[in-house]
């Protein structure tokens, strides 16, 4: 049984040269490439070439080159490495037999040197794949790196500022706000102002992080150990929480302070924010809690006042459009001031949406125009109305021009804006003008031509019809979010608004019906007032009998008496001809088909006590009680005709009408007998 081979794969000397290797052995440089192999999967080794057996190459630096070539070059070359020659007759063997590591004295002279071996390990087109970058949209690659960066927030800045600066920092943070206004960001830069050291390696706590010491590398990188981030969404449970709670015992490995950045923290379950109640109220002085989330109301009060709690604001639409340009100026694309504006409008106070739509307008801007962000690709990509266009079907409308209107809409409709959108772009129109007409820093529009339009619209138009359009668009933006066809109930609303845009306010009614009674309408229409036709006048009906009046207190004792049904026969159909006690003689009205004597005469004797004689006569008699009601209301609606303030209206709304109101007959009405 042959000798085991030494720890470097090699064969031990032998004395006996008639033992020497076989021929077929593996060489130390094959077995640490067959390693590399194994491990890295390289592809299979190049075969090692044959050297004559006169060569002086030794091989002794078989041990040493796979080391040396390991430190000087990637290992993914050493596939590709020529393996150091060895001779395959048995004199060469001899002579390249292993060497004692501790002699290198003798070794060194007949090493020779393989300076190409180094060289030719990188492959060339390796580095220039590594260096290329995947491209990061403008959201991740301009996020906040210093507080200086942070627009819009300049409370929260100056008040964790001065709490640095007077050593008075919270252990627990909570940044809420909308969407995309710097929550995480903000974590992320107080984890560096606590963390940082400075460029010397001798700072503290400062609210400019140098953002070159490696605490402010790491954490920029998110690979800082002491900086734990974690999202609350997809850790919900106690077991998560469990582990903080585990965690916060051990000091920071390497920061000053080990933070926890909590983001969207509100979507821990209620068992996992009752595990974290008194560590959170309680932690380690080197631990600090940063939570960040956009439903404030959803995290429990408990949890509300163990943290420092920063409101983030929604950032203003011309910070944003400042903050967009300064961002195409760097990133060296042209954009219109409109086209920002329409952006900066679009992402409704986040810089996050508002840097994604930049981001899209950047690659949808024609290539023929120099990928120049104009205004009406943003308006196509964002399907928003041309504001020309809304202000053509606003003038429309305060015009009643109703075919414009609808050639305007179909037109829009036909670009792809939808009924919902040009509704409320309509809206915002009018909120616009009522702003400007209250004169607060002019009319807010990003054009000459539009400013102008809107301060003479301003000017013509009055509070009260800016209100009733707003309510009318309200009501219509509604009705188009609701209905089965948006296009259709769009231009029924619209056509409402159209119809009613012209029309007084009641207050502006009242105020000219005032004027025109004041004018002299109620004299001129004074001599009117006796007319043909009218109560009084000679054609008018005749004045009832002295006898009438008693006629009507018999014709309420018998209603009172609970012959209803008769006494309503005798308002009706009876005109008096003879009324004295016991007797009645009447003539009918024409219409009744039936006699009514015994009935009347059994009603009278029932609420007198006496007998009556009551018989039909000749001859026209008084007006029933129902004729004289109607002639009282003619008279009246006469005299309400003549009055000053109806007829100013009349002039003003000729095809005008009175009506009354339910009810108002039945208030004025007799009274019913109870025992009915």
Request: charged share 25%; aromatic share 4%; hydrophobic share 45%.
């Amino acid at each position: 049984m042959g000798d085991s081979f030494d720890m470097f794969g090699d064969e031990p000397e032998r004395d006996d040269e008639s033992e020497d290797a076989l021929p077929d052995k593996p060489s130390a440089a094959e077995l640490e490439a067959a390693g590399q192999v194994s491990m890295f999967d390289l592809g299979e080794p190049a075969p090692p070439p044959k050297v004559e057996a006169d060569s002086k190459a030794p091989a002794v630096k078989e041990e040493a080159l796979p080391w040396a070539a390991e430190s000087e070059a990637p290992v993914a070359a050493k596939a590709d490495e020529p393996p150091v020659a060895q001779a395959d007759e048995p004199e060469a063997a001899d002579t390249a037999s292993p060497v004692d590591m501790e002699t290198p004295a003798a070794v060194e002279p007949e090493v020779p040197v393989e300076e190409p071996v180094a060289a030719a390990a990188p492959v060339p087109s390796q580095p220039a794949e590594q260096s290329a970058q995947p491209y990061r949209v403008l959201a991740r690659k301009y996020r906040p790196q210093t507080f200086a960066e942070l627009i819009g927030q300049e409370a929260m800045v100056r008040t964790l500022a001065n709490a640095i600066e007077r050593d008075r920092l919270a252990h627990a943070f909570l940044m809420t706000g909308v969407r995309g206004v710097g929550k995480t960001s903000t974590a992320r830069l107080i984890a560096k102002a606590l963390n940082c050291i400075g460029p010397d390696g001798q700072g503290g706590p400062t609210i400019d992080p140098c953002g070159r010491c490696e605490p402010c590398q790491a954490i920029a990188e998110g690979r800082h150990i002491d900086v734990i981030e974690m999202d609350a969404a997809s850790h919900t449970g106690v077991d998560d929480v469990r582990e903080i709670i585990e965690a916060v015992r051990y000091a920071a490995v390497s920061a000053r302070y080990k933070i926890y950045i909590i983001d969207e923290v509100h979507m821990l379950s209620r068992n996992a924010f009752n595990a974290l109640l008194k560590t959170l109220e309680e932690p380690p002085a080197h631990v600090k809690f940063l939570f960040a989330t956009t439903e404030v109301d959803k995290l429990p009060v408990t949890v509300l006042s163990r943290c420092q709690r920063f409101d983030l604001r929604r950032i203003p639409t011309a910070m944003l459009r400042d903050h967009f340009a300064g961002i195409c100026a760097k990133e060296g694309v042209e954009a219109d001031a409109e086209a920002l504006h329409l952006i900066a409008g679009a992402a409704e106070g986040s810089v996050r949406d508002g840097l994604s739509i930049l981001d899209q307008a950047i690659a949808h801007a024609d290539l023929d125009t120099g990928g120049r962000v104009v205004a009406e690709r943003v308006r196509d990509m964002l399907g928003l109305a041309d504001k020309s266009a809304q202000r053509a079907m606003f003038a429309a409308i305060m015009e009643g021009d109703a075919a414009t209107l609808l050639d305007g809409m179909d037109r829009q409709y036909a670009l792809g804006v939808e009924p919902l959108a040009l509704m409320r772009s309509l809206m915002d129109l009018v909120h616009r003008i009522t702003v400007a007409q209250i004169g607060r820093n002019g009319a807010d529009a990003p054009t000459a031509e539009e400013r102008a339009a809107l301060e003479d619209w301003a000017e013509k138009l009055n509070a009260a019809q800016l209100h009733r359009l707003w309510q009318l668009l309200l009501k219509g933006h509604e009705e188009v979010r609701n209905a089965p066809d948006p296009q259709v109930a769009a231009q029924m609303a619209l056509l409402r608004v159209l119809h009613a845009a012209d029309l007084p306010d009641p207050g502006s009614l009242v105020k000219k019906l005032e004027e025109l009674a004041a004018n002299g309408l109620a004299a001129s229409a004074a001599p009117a007032a006796s007319g043909p036709g009218s109560v009084g006048g000679e054609a008018g009906a005749p004045a009832p009998p002295v006898a009438a009046l008693d006629w009507e207190t018999l014709v309420d004792r018998v209603d009172r008496a609970g012959n209803l049904r008769i006494a309503q026969l005798m308002r009706d159909w009876l005109r008096v001809i003879e009324l004295t006690p016991g007797k009645l003689v009447f003539a009918l009205v024409p219409g009744l088909a039936v006699d009514p004597i015994g009935e009347l005469r059994d009603a009278l004797y029932k609420t007198t006590g006496e007998k009556w004689l009551v018989e039909q006569g000749t001859g026209e008699g008084a007006p029933s009680l129902r004729e004289l009601a109607d002639a009282r209301k003619a008279e009246a609606d006469a005299a309400l005709q003549r009055e000053p303030l109806v007829e100013a209206a009349r002039a003003a709304f000729p095809a005008a009408e009175i009506i009354k109101e339910d009810g108002a007959d039945q208030r004025q009405g007799r009274q019913w007998s109870k025992r009915a």
